[in-house]
Antibody
């Protein structure tokens, strides 16, 4: 069974750093790409970026370039999304999603990680 | 840019429902495929893909869901709405990077 299991909810202060994770199982992790999606409170879905697991080639939505970093560790079948300095506007649910062929074929999603940034 | 209509769709149980999705550019990829998919997000859950590449139902998806369309205009139809279909439906294109439609909220009248 394909599963993407994300790390738990986080409460942080503005300026804090954070790294959330997404562990894949039930499939060959290195055959796929993993993307990250943001859902701000009460809002729709926004694609943030994607990483090709086999070689860590990464692409970002232009508006988010430099704001976050996507990485992966193939030894533990895990992808990451990290911030070096959080802002209150980063408060959202973040989902990881599996894809084949870049962004062409997104299919399975993780359960989401709620990140709350508040002073 | 992806647009959907309507953005809110109250439906009667057992009745059909239809959601339209339009793209500002053709979603036909250079390889001939059209990467337009439909996702359902039930309240409090992560999105689940229902339809991929315009009209292909994912495994386990009830056959009351169907997708159609081509080029820039697409439709998701539910033949007979059930209570478990309540949620937000997104069209998603994966041909040119990846963008989501704004979502259509389906609830029961």
């Amino acid at each position: 069974e394909v599963q993407l299991v994300q790390s738990g909810a986080e409460v942080k202060k503005p300026g804090d750093c954070l790294k959330i994770s997404c562990e894949g199982s039930g499939f060959r992790f290195t055959d796929y790409w993993i993307g990250w999606v943001r859902q701000m409170p009460g809002k729709g879905l926004e694609w943030m970026g994607i990483i090709r697991i086999s070689d860590s080639y990464t692409l970002y939505t232009p508006s988010l370039q430099g704001q976050v970093t996507i990485s992966a560790d193939i030894s533990i079948n895990t992808a990451y999304l990290q911030w070096s300095s959080l802002k209150a506007s980063d408060t959202a649910i973040y989902y990881c999603a599996r894809s084949m062929g870049g962004t062409n074929m997104v299919d399975y999603w993780g359960q989401g990680t709620l990140v709350t940034v508040s002073s | 840019v992806m647009t959907q209509s309507p953005l809110s769709l109250p439906v009667t149980l057992g009745q059909p429902a239809s959601i339209s999705c339009s793209s500002s550019q053709s979603l036909v990829h250079s390889n001939g495929d059209t990467y337009l998919h439909w996702f359902q997000q039930r309240p409090g859950q992560s999105p689940r893909r229902l339809i991929y590449k315009v009209s292909n139902r994912d495994s386990g998806v009830p056959d009351r869901f169907s997708g159609s369309g081509s080029g820039t205009d697409f439709t998701l139809k539910i033949s007979r709405v059930e209570a478990e279909d309540v949620g937000v439906y997104y069209c998603v294109q994966g041909t040119h990077w990846l963008t989501f439609g704004p979502g259509t909220k389906v609830d029961i009248k």
